[in-house]
């Protein structure tokens, strides 16, 4: 495991039933892909070794030590090998016969977890051959060459490199509260799960939302390996599924149906996992009674080391999504219905708590303050408000660009809400003669004195009319300190303060698309079009716009990148910049492409702003969470203003 992933495969191999040798054959052959793929661990399916479907043959004595001879060639086999394998087959411990995982490393056999949960229903029935675990006294027996304990206690697997695992067996996870729930309170970030579920019709997807719902419940990996092809057809065909999860996402399947064996692999982010866990109090609360009952003996969890094993190289797997604020294409237009509706529904709480009939809000034609409005004016409608309560204000300065200007104006004409515009120029170099600074300097005070006349403006404004100013900045804003203090950071409700820039335009584009009259989509989809800029500064020789954010602070994509695995995982630079480089690589087809040593550029640059820039955020207006990760002081993140970077920065640099 490195950088908190691990590899994981699920594999069905195929089978003869009752042939125990040739079964094994095909479980070594997978097993050498799985370690030519720097497999960690590979799981296979319920009773492998003898074939699921071998019915009363399980009564057999040949049948069972066939069985126990073919686990001790696999065995044999692994003495070399680093990669653990996990194996179903049938197991006689005294007068009972359990149906058994088998865990295998470097030529030891290191436990048997039998199975819990018989199914004994339609076309069903287990307890004819074998008894459940909790028919299971523990005892240490002799088995395959090895002196082994087995028992129903609940068994953790501990990797050389940190990560834990337990296993369950098809129908236990089928069950109300399946094995998997105590492994996972008890320690367990993994879960594999051997597996004989035969093919119905609607049976497919129901499986794959119970694991996934599993997975996510039990904020765990979960890899799934259900036997194929080789099987009894008698009366029902398996499929051969091979799944695997993280948290409730799928991240490997295999072919169903398939004649040839497979082997799915994938990387799961165990770190990933534990920070999840380690945020979330109710998995944590959850804990406490797994704690109490094994320090007051009621529960016994038996834990086994896994062997060490030899590095290799770590190449990350994974597609990376470049894009981690941005639904999928496919759920787009109603994630953006979700968010969009979570903004109004906020703001509407606040007018009527407040009692206000008048917002105001400085329009610039951008992004942001267009999304501000389209958020009022949806609010004005929802409330039966006349719209003409939303007093939009352009306030022209020194770098205000004709198209953004137009864009502002004819928005708020079509929007038909109040509009009032007031150049700022006078006022601003009135102010510059009054603390003696020269107009032809365009440095911070020349920008920030700008940003904090038009607040003063709008709260004036605020004052006179009665009313509520609304504050347009976003979330990224927020994490890099792009914002003026007591200027544009400044507001009575901010509706964009949990919106990273990224996603504004998606937002945008769906309120064009479905919300207004097509004069106002027109307008809107210039503004899309427009790049992001401040206009502090004045404008190119052909009036088009000279200061443009992402030149100044880099790239919107990485930052939220960068942003979102930050604060949702706690995740460091060093790991930061090799998911970044894989989601930005040449590879990505939907991404903008970026070398590393841009990558590593700006992720230094977002390290230093976020830190630098947190007294900003330690005094922001009130403002809706939409999504997993908010900047406010009194919902997801308290950080103090004067912490240090020094150590991310370190790691930085060592990058």
Same mark, same amino acid.
């Given at each position: 495991?490195?950088?908190?992933?691990?590899?994981?495969?699920?594999?069905?191999?195929?089978?003869?039933?009752g042939d125990c040798t040739y079964?094994?054959?095909?479980?070594?052959?997978?097993?050498?892909?799985?370690?030519?793929?720097?497999?960690?661990?590979?799981?296979?399916?319920?009773?492998?070794?003898?074939?699921?479907?071998?019915?009363?043959?399980?009564?057999?004595?040949?049948?069972?030590?066939?069985?126990?001879?073919?686990?001790?060639?696999?065995?044999?086999?692994?003495?070399?090998?680093?990669?653990?394998?996990?194996?179903?087959?049938?197991?006689?411990?005294?007068?009972?016969?359990? =149906?058994?995982?088998?865990?295998?490393?470097?030529?030891?056999?290191?436990?048997?977890?039998?199975?819990?949960?018989?199914?004994?229903? =339609?076309?069903?029935?287990?307890?004819?051959?074998?008894?459940?675990?909790?028919?299971?006294?523990?005892?240490?027996?002799?088995?395959?060459?090895?002196?082994?304990?087995?028992?129903?206690?609940?068994?953790?697997?501990?990797?050389?490199?940190?990560?834990?695992?337990?296993?369950?067996?098809?129908?236990?996870?089928?069950?109300?509260?399946?094995?998997?729930?105590?492994?996972?309170?008890?320690?367990?970030?993994?879960?594999?799960?051997?597996?004989?579920?035969?093919?119905?019709?609607?049976?497919?997807?129901?499986?794959?939302?119970?694991?996934?719902?599993?997975?996510?419940?039990?904020?765990?990996?979960?890899?799934?390996?259900?036997?194929?092809?080789?099987?009894?057809?008698?009366?029902?065909?398996?499929?051969?599924?091979?799944?695997?999860?993280?948290?409730?996402?799928?991240i490997g399947e295999g072919k169903?149906?398939?004649?040839?064996?497979?082997?799915?692999?994938?990387?799961?982010?165990?770190?990933?996992?534990?920070?999840?866990?380690?945020?979330?109090?109710?998995?944590?609360?959850?804990?406490?009674?797994?704690?109490?009952?094994?320090?007051?003996?009621?529960?016994?969890?038996?834990?086994?080391?896994?062997?060490?094993?030899?590095?290799?190289?770590?190449?990350?797997?994974?597609?990376?999504?470049?894009?981690?604020?941005?639904?999928?294409?496919?759920?787009?237009?109603?994630?953006?219905?979700?968010?969009?509706?979570?903004?109004?529904?906020?703001?509407?709480?606040?007018?009527?708590?407040?009692?206000?009939?008048?917002?105001?809000?400085?329009?610039?034609?951008?992004?942001?303050?267009?999304?501000?409005?389209?958020?009022?004016?949806?609010?004005?409608?929802?409330?039966?408000?006349?719209?003409?309560?939303?007093?939009?204000?352009?306030?022209?300065?020194?770098?205000?660009?004709?198209?953004?200007?137009?864009?502002?104006?004819?928005?708020?004409?079509?929007?038909?809400?109040?509009?009032r515009e007031i150049n700022i120029?006078?006022?601003?170099?009135?102010?510059?003669?009054?603390?003696?600074?020269?107009?032809?300097?365009?440095?911070?005070?020349?920008?920030?004195?700008?940003?904090?006349?038009?607040?003063?403006?709008?709260?004036?404004?605020?004052?006179?009319?009665?009313?509520?100013?609304?504050?347009?900045?976003?979330?990224?804003?927020?994490?890099?300190?792009?914002?003026?203090? =007591?200027?544009?950071?400044?507001?009575?409700?901010?509706? =964009?303060?949990?919106?990273?820039?990224?996603?504004?335009?998606?937002?945008?584009?769906?309120?064009?698309?479905?919300?207004?009259?097509?004069?106002?989509?027109?307008?809107?989809?210039?503004?899309?079009?427009?790049?992001?800029?401040?206009?502090?500064?004045?404008?190119?020789?052909?009036?088009?716009?000279?200061?443009?954010?992402?030149?100044?602070?880099?790239?919107?994509?990485?930052?939220?990148?960068?942003?979102?695995?930050?604060?949702?995982?706690?995740?460091?630079?060093?790991?930061?910049?090799?998911?970044?480089?894989?989601?930005?690589?040449?590879?990505?087809?939907?991404?903008?492409?970026?070398?590393?040593?841009?990558?590593?550029?700006?992720?230094?640059?977002?390290?230093?702003?976020?830190?630098?820039?947190?007294?900003?955020?330690?005094?922001?207006?009130?403002?809706?969470?939409?999504?997993?990760?908010?900047?406010?002081?009194?919902?997801?993140?308290?950080?103090?203003?004067?912490?240090?970077?020094?150590?991310?920065?370190?790691?930085?640099?060592?990058?």
């Open positions: 495991m490195k950088h908190g992933f691990i590899k994981v495969a699920s594999a069905v191999p195929l089978v003869k039933v079964n094994v054959e095909q479980i070594i052959s997978l097993v050498e892909r799985a370690e030519e793929q720097n497999v960690e661990v590979v799981v296979f399916p319920e009773l492998c070794i003898t074939g699921y479907s071998c019915q009363d043959l399980f009564h057999q004595n040949i049948l069972l030590d066939s069985a126990e001879n073919a686990l001790m060639m696999l065995l044999d086999f692994t003495r070399k090998r680093d990669v653990i394998v996990i194996v179903g087959l049938p197991i006689a411990v005294g007068d009972l016969l359990l =149906n058994c995982a088998a865990v295998v490393q470097q030529g030891q056999l290191l436990g048997l977890v039998p199975k819990t949960y018989l199914p004994n229903y =339609n076309e069903f029935y287990e307890k004819r051959w074998f008894a459940s675990s909790q028919d299971l006294r523990t005892s240490n027996i002799r088995y395959a060459g090895s002196q082994i304990t087995i028992t129903s206690d609940p068994q953790l697997f501990y990797t050389c490199d940190g990560a834990i695992f337990g296993i369950e067996i098809c129908e236990d996870v089928w069950a109300p509260t399946p094995p998997s729930n105590q492994l996972v309170l008890a320690g367990a970030d993994l879960i594999f799960n051997l597996s004989a579920s035969d093919e119905l019709t609607g049976k497919h997807q129901y499986l794959k939302n119970l694991l996934a719902q599993q997975s996510a419940r039990t904020m765990a990996g979960y890899v799934y390996s259900g036997c194929g092809c080789g099987e009894s057809t008698q009366d029902v065909v398996y499929g051969g599924n091979a799944l695997l999860y993280a948290n409730g996402r799928m169903r149906f398939a004649f040839e064996p497979q082997l799915c692999t994938g990387q799961i982010d165990i770190e990933r996992l534990k920070s999840e866990r380690r945020n979330n109090s109710t998995f944590v609360n959850a804990q406490r009674n797994i704690k109490d009952s094994i320090q007051n003996n009621r529960l016994s969890i038996r834990t086994i080391a896994c062997k060490a094993t030899q590095p290799h190289a770590f190449v990350l797997e994974r597609n990376i999504d470049p894009y981690p604020f941005i639904p999928s294409s496919a759920d787009m237009k109603t994630a953006c219905e979700e968010i969009f509706n979570i903004q109004v529904a906020g703001l509407a709480n606040r007018l009527m708590h407040t009692n206000s009939k008048i917002v105001i809000l400085g329009i610039s034609g951008g992004l942001d303050s267009t999304l501000a409005l389209l958020v009022c004016v949806k609010t004005f409608d929802k409330l039966k408000m006349d719209r003409k309560g939303i007093i939009g204000v352009t306030m022209p300065g020194f770098g205000t660009t004709d198209r953004t200007h137009s864009n502002a104006l004819s928005l708020m004409e079509s929007l038909r809400v109040s509009m120029a006078a006022s601003v170099t009135q102010h510059f003669q009054d603390i003696g600074h020269d107009a032809d300097v365009h440095d911070v005070t020349y920008e920030n004195c700008q940003a904090r006349e038009r607040t003063q403006i709008l709260m004036d404004l605020s004052n006179e009319l009665g009313g509520l100013v609304i504050g347009t900045g976003d979330l990224s804003e927020l994490a890099l300190g792009w914002a003026t203090y =007591n200027g544009d950071h400044m507001s009575m409700y901010g509706v =964009n303060s949990g919106v990273p820039k990224t996603l504004i335009r998606y937002l945008v584009k769906f309120v064009a698309e479905t919300e207004v009259d097509a004069r106002s989509q027109a307008t809107l989809m210039d503004i899309i079009d427009t790049p992001i800029s401040p206009e502090l500064i004045p404008a190119d020789e052909h009036g088009e716009i000279s200061q443009k954010t992402e030149d100044l602070v880099g790239p919107y994509a990485l930052h939220d990148f960068f942003l979102y695995y930050f604060l949702r995982f706690g995740f460091r630079p060093s790991k930061l910049y090799l998911l970044a480089k894989q989601a930005f690589g040449d590879a990505h087809p939907k991404a903008e492409t970026y070398s590393d040593e841009v990558i590593k550029h700006w992720l230094k640059t977002f390290i230093r702003r976020f830190f630098s820039q947190q007294f900003k955020r330690s005094c922001l207006p009130d403002g809706p969470k939409v999504g997993s990760v908010s900047l406010s002081p009194r919902g997801d993140w308290r950080m103090p203003s004067d912490a240090s970077a020094s150590i991310w920065l370190a790691e930085c640099e060592a990058l």
